[in-house]
Structures are given as structure tokens and as C-alpha cells.
């Protein structure tokens, strides 16, 4: 039996940050046990949404790698200099590349650890092995299938870390009937060139949300299919912008984690309530403009492609009209509107913990569901008869703040684990 010294699951940009900081360590050599599975049959950082213009929330030094060791060859910065864009690239005095040129710089990355990682693998179940005449959990069993063939396969590993990512959320009313085209923002990109291949077409196009991709999304309908209208429909008065000054940009530093750590729950509670606007059901403030003029002009030339449709919340789809049910909330009315497209920009959950069900009598929750993690990102254990490390990525916004689920603390959250892991207490 093959057993492996360390298996990441999912091979995004978290676990992509692991394998760069396992490299600095020389521990991804010839005689290395160490994989990686990723479900899908490539590397793509959030492919449905590569909307060409669409711009990074965070600034390049928050690569994989420059926060911990700005010395490292897997800096954006070495990235631009190996495609020789790095000095047109200063002279575009940008902080916030373009998201297809982030993923064009993931991707660079991740070819280099090609050997590492088992693509087109979904690891769909673990179990704990627990040594022969003792109660002792040695190693996990992870069991896997190739999307294409479902081949099965179990591998063994005495060490994982978990970064699965966020999954989307579509309301059980909205999958109802397949011939009614709606789509999540996952899958916005991959809808428009399978569902609406005619560019100059009248489609109607309704939109639902009030964050970063609702807005991104009503643009690029708008600006692709230049005789279609775009309906964006929300629950709020108005669009809102992420906070991203510099003192609340603080939030997402490495010292707010440890310092995060020490408080109490319903103090960690109250600042991260404090902070959503950050980060949830916000539009970058540039964004905001942009869209904001677009409509001014529209109104110049008696144009109204764009319409936006404040206090309105989503109820769901009457398959026969191919009507969005909407309630307006002001008055508690229920208006249905006409659609050709309907694109769900309504958000994400974490799934990273459901994949641990099957031993969660060995893990410490502090409520249900809920996994308490160390400040390594190891999941604590009841007792020391569990010996493998598990590490979750992107799960403990809860307990380690803000930066969680996003990209800002790769550089750090990949050096502790990867310090954690090659600790042998
Ligand atoms: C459109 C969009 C734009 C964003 N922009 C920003 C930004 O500008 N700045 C920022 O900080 N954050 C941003 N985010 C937040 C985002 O969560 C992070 O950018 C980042 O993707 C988190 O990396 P990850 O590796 O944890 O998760 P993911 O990128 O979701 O990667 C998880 C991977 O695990 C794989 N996987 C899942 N389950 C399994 C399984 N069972 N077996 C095998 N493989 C599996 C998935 O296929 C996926 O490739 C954005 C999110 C979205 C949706």
C-alpha cells in the first residue's frame, strides 16, 4: 500500500501556495511522498468568471509566496519578469492586475509542480486507519474517482490539507426545470458561449445580486450584447462600496490573525460584523463609478439597457411564463419579470468541512459543524490517538478572521502549515 507523507486536496490557489512553500523546504524532490488532487482536468482560478476587464481585489504583493519570502521564484513580480512584461507592467502603475492575468500568473505556478498533482480526481470520501490491535488512527484513506472514466481508487496519507474552496449557492426553486436558461456567476462565462451565441440578438437578460460580480456581470452583458437588456435586481437600496481604505485594509494583515486568535467569540463576532463590508455584498468602488456614468450616458442618448431595480428579492422562476418571481419589498408586492437569462450572482458556501463527516468523533467542534483549528490551521483532535495532521484552508473565517476565504494571507497561511507539518510534535 502506497502511503503518502502529505496529500492536499484541491489544488487552488491555497494549496498552490503549500506546494510553493514545501518547494522552499526542498521536500518536493525525486524520492517526495507528496500529491496533490484536483477535481478539475486543469488549473483555472474561477474560470466562469475571467471576465477579460475584470480587475483583482487585492494587490499583487499578495501572491502565493512575496508576503513570507519576496526572494522566492514564485513571486508575481518573477512571474512578470520570466514573460517579459515586467517593466510594461510598472508602466501600467497598477496594484491590482487583471483577473486573467492573476490566473495567467497561478497557472505559470502550477505548471511548475505539474508531477505533484493528480488532475481530473475528485477526493470524494476519507476514512481514518486505525492500526491493527489498538485504537491508534495512523494514517486517512482517501478515496478518489476520475471525473471522466469514475474509475475508484484509495490512497493512503499520513497528512492532508484541505483547501476545497467555496461551492455556489442556487436556491432548490431555481434548478427545477433544465430548459430554462439561469446560471450561476460560476458558470457565467461557460453560459454566455453555450446558451447566448448570438451577440446581436434582443435577449433579456435579468441579473440578481448586489455585489462585485452582479456588477461585473451587468457590464459585460451590457457591453457584449449591445441591443440585450440587462435588469440587475436587489434586495438593498443601492450598491455599496468595499471598504478598502487603509487603516480597515489592516483587517487582512498577518498580525490581525494572531491577534484575531486571542479573542472571544462574541467579540470576534462583533468586529467581523463590524468588517462585511469589506468583502460581502460590496463593488469595488471604481466599479460603482463605472457603472454609475454608464447609466448617466444611457439616459443622454434615451437609451435604457441597463436598468437597476432597487428592493427587489429574488422568490423564484414560474416555468410555464419563464417569469423571475420577485417581491418588492417596499410594499410586499410580487411582480414577475420576462427573461431569456437569468444569472445568480447570490454568493458561495464553504465545503471544506463536510468532507471529514465520516470521523468527526476524533475532531473538536465548538459549534456544530464547525471545526476548532489551531493557529497552524490544524484541526485540534479530541485526543492524541489521531496522529494524522489535517489542515483546513478557507474554513475558519470564524476564529482567524476576515482574510480566511480570501487571497491575502496565502503567503502566510501556507509557511504555518507547511512549519506545522514538518514539526514532528
Ligand atoms: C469570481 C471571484 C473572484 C475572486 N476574486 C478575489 C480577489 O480578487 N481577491 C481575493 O482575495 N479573493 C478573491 N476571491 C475569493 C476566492 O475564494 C479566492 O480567490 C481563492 O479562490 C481561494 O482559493 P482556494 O484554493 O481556497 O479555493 P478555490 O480557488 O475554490 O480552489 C479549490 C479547488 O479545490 C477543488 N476541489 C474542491 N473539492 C474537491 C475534491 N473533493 N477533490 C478534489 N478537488 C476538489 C476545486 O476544483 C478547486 O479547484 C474571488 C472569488 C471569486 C468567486
Given at each position: ?20 512553500a ?7 524532490n525525486?524520492n ?20 477579460p476587464?475584470?480587475?483583482?481585489q487585492?494587490?499583487?504583493f499578495?501572491?502565493?509566496v ?20 515586467l ?10 492586475p ?9 497557472k ?11 488532475y ?18 495512523e494514517?486517512l ?47 457565467f ?33 451590457a ?13 438593498n ?10 487603516f ?23 468586529v ?9 455584498s ?35 422562476i ?8 420577485f ?22 458556501e ?50 482567524h478572521?476576515m ?23
Open positions: 500500500m502506497q502511503i503518502y507523507d502529505f496529500i492536499g486536496i484541491g489544488f487552488g490557489p491555497a494549496n498552490l501556495s503549500v506546494a510553493v514545501l518547494s522552499e523546504k526542498n521536500m518536493l525525486d517526495a511522498k507528496i500529491m496533490f488532487v484536483e477535481s478539475k482536468a486543469d488549473f483555472v482560478w474561477h474560470g466562469g468568471m475571467l471576465i476587464e475584470a480587475e483583482m487585492i494587490s499583487f499578495k501572491d502565493l512575496t508576503l513570507r519570502n519576496p526572494t522566492s521564484p514564485f513571486t508575481f513580480i518573477n512571474y512578470l519578469a520570466e514573460n517579459d512584461r517593466e510594461s507592467f510598472a508602466n501600467l502603475k497598477h496594484f491590482f487583471r483577473r486573467v492575468e492573476y490566473n495567467d500568473y497561478l505559470w505556478a502550477a505548471k511548475k509542480f505539474k508531477n505533484y498533482v493528480k481530473g480526481t475528485k477526493v470524494i470520501k476519507i476514512e481514518p486507519v486505525v492500526a491493527e490491535g489498538s485504537d491508534v488512527v494514517y484513506a482517501l478515496h478518489l474517482q476520475n471525473i471522466s472514466t469514475q474509475e475508484k481508487e484509495i490512497i493512503y496519507a499520513k497528512d492532508i490539507s484541505l483547501a476545497t474552496g467555496i461551492s455556489k449557492i442556487i436556491p432548490e426553486y431555481m434548478r427545477a426545470n433544465p430548459d430554462i436558461k439561469i446560471s450561476h456567476s460560476d458558470d462565462l461557460r453560459s454566455l458561449e453555450t446558451d447566448f451565441t448570438q451577440r446581436n440578438s434582443d435577449y433579456k437578460f435579468v441579473v440578481v445580486g448586489s455585489g462585485q460580480s452582479a456588477a461585473e456581470i451587468t457590464l459585460h452583458l457591453d457584449e450584447y449591445p441591443n440585450a437588456k440587462v435588469d440587475l435586481y436587489f434586495r437600496y443601492a450598491l455599496k462600496p468595499a471598504d478598502e481604505t487603509e480597515v485594509n489592516e483587517i487582512f494583515d498577518s498580525d490581525t490573525v494572531e491577534t484575531f486568535l486571542t479573542f472571544d467569540d462574541d467579540f470576534r463576532e462583533a467581523l460584523e463590524n468588517h462585511r463590508n469589506t468583502n460581502y460590496v463593488v469595488d468602488p471604481k466599479l460603482i463609478s463605472i457603472l454609475y456614468e454608464r447609466l448617466y450616458y444611457q439616459k443622454l442618448i434615451g437609451s435604457e439597457q441597463i436598468q437597476l431595480h432597487r428592493f427587489h428579492e429574488l422568490q423564484g414560474d416555468s410555464h411564463s419563464k417569469k423571475a418571481i417581491e418588492e419589498l417596499v410594499d410586499n408586492k410580487t411582480v414577475s419579470f420576462e427573461f431569456d437569462g437569468l444569472f445568480l450572482a447570490t454568493g458561495y464553504i465545503i471544506a468541512t463536510d468532507i471529514v463527516k465520516n470521523f468527526e468523533e476524533y475532531l473538536v467542534y465548538d459549534v456544530e459543524d464547525r471545526l476548532v483549528l489551531d493557529t497552524n490551521y490544524r484541526v485540534k483532535t479530541v485526543n492524541d490517538d489521531f496522529k494524522p495532521k489535517i489542515f483546513i484552508q478557507g474554513a475558519s473565517e470564524h476564529s478572521g482574510s480566511e476565504t480570501l487571497l491575502s494571507l496565502l503567503a502566510y497561511r501556507s509557511g504555518k502549515i507547511v512549519a506545522r507539518l514538518i514539526d514532528s510534535a
